[in-house]
């Protein structure tokens, strides 16, 4: 084929031999097919063709989630940052200041640290930020993030020591959006799969009967006793050397 349309049926060398008579290449467009589908058309005028196209894809899928998501482009990114571990006051005042930021338009990037926690409680964690603001936003590459924090977690001991290896956090691109579309938002099926319960009921994922001895996964409140200072310590084995030798 060239640009008026389909020329016919060549050999090989036919074909080659009337791209060097008009002055262009031939470039396979689909192998896939007997004979094979080529068109007359010059290397680098193809190329720049193709990313004509590619651009246009590019700019329909971003105005497509330009209509889809209601923020305007030139409103800031904000930040929250969460761990694992934090208490229920902690956790109810940056839920309200992420929905302070989501209902300005702006988009916000919540970072859910890992720590020493294990993986499902930062899963269940940001299961539970995402259900806070399920009426006004809703996540955007969800499963990429989940991706990411997977690829963290595996990641060889040897990278993380020489801190090489992605952080261990599960970060939530939180995107303000209509109620209707927000509404119409699911989590995956398998990102509500079987796991720990932290905290109060989710709504929206823990609407069904808990068993009896759900409460034994619960959040249990941070441990504010750290243990007994050096000091102490110290102190306790000087009192009990006191104690053997009078014995």
């Given at each position: 084929?060239?640009?008026?349309?389909?020329?016919?049926?060549?050999?090989?060398?036919?074909?080659?031999?009337?791209?060097?008579?008009?002055?262009?290449?031939?470039?396979?467009?689909?192998?896939?097919?007997?004979?094979?589908?080529?068109?007359?058309?010059?290397?680098?005028?193809?190329?720049?063709?193709?990313?004509?196209?590619?651009?246009?894809?590019n700019e329909r899928s971003r105005e497509r989630k330009l209509r889809e998501f209601s923020f305007d482009p030139a409103m800031k990114v904000k930040g929250m940052r969460f761990t694992a571990t934090i208490d229920e006051h902690d956790?109810?005042?940056?839920?309200?200041?992420?929905?302070?930021f989501l209902e300005k338009g702006h988009r916000v990037e919540a970072r859910v640290l890992q720590g020493r926690s294990p993986p499902e409680d930062v899963l269940d964690l940001g299961l539970r930020i995402i259900a806070e603001i399920?009426?006004?936003?809703?996540?955007?590459?969800?499963?990429?993030?989940?991706?990411?924090?997977?690829?963290?977690?595996?990641?060889?001991?040897?990278?993380?020591?020489?801190?090489?290896?992605?952080?261990?956090?599960?970060?939530?691109?939180?995107?303000?959006?209509?109620?209707?579309?927000?509404?119409?938002?699911?989590?995956?099926?398998?990102?509500?799969?079987?796991?720990?319960?932290?905290?109060?009921?989710?709504?929206?994922?823990?609407?069904?009967?808990?068993?009896?001895?759900?409460?034994?996964?619960?959040?249990?409140?941070?441990?504010?006793?750290?243990?007994?200072?050096?000091?102490?310590?110290?102190?306790?084995?000087?009192?009990?050397?006191?104690?053997?030798?009078?014995?």
């Amino acid at each position: 084929v060239d640009g008026a349309g389909l020329v016919g049926d060549f050999m090989l060398s036919e074909a080659l031999a009337l791209a060097g008579r008009r002055g262009t290449d031939l470039v396979v467009l689909s192998g896939a097919v007997d004979p094979p589908l080529c068109r007359l058309v010059a290397v680098a005028e193809y190329r720049e063709e193709l990313d004509h196209k590619a651009a246009a894809v590019n700019e329909r899928s971003r105005e497509r989630k330009l209509r889809e998501f209601s923020f305007d482009p030139a409103m800031k990114v904000k930040g929250m940052r969460f761990t694992a571990t934090i208490d229920e006051h902690d956790l109810e005042r940056k839920v309200n200041q992420i929905r302070a930021f989501l209902e300005k338009g702006h988009r916000v990037e919540a970072r859910v640290l890992q720590g020493r926690s294990p993986p499902e409680d930062v899963l269940d964690l940001g299961l539970r930020i995402i259900a806070e603001i399920r009426d006004i936003a809703k996540p955007e590459f969800l499963e990429e993030s989940l991706r990411e924090l997977r690829a963290a977690i595996n990641s060889p001991k040897s990278l993380k020591r020489a801190g090489k290896a992605p952080p261990d956090e599960l970060r939530l691109r939180l995107w303000p959006c209509t109620p209707e579309q927000a509404a119409a938002f699911t989590l995956p099926a398998n990102i509500v799969g079987p796991r720990r319960r932290r905290g109060p009921a989710i709504a929206g994922l823990d609407d069904g009967e808990q068993p009896e001895d759900a409460w034994k996964l619960n959040r249990k409140p941070r441990n504010r006793n750290k243990g007994w200072k050096p000091h102490d310590l110290r102190r306790m084995a000087e009192v009990a050397e006191a104690a053997e030798v009078d014995e």
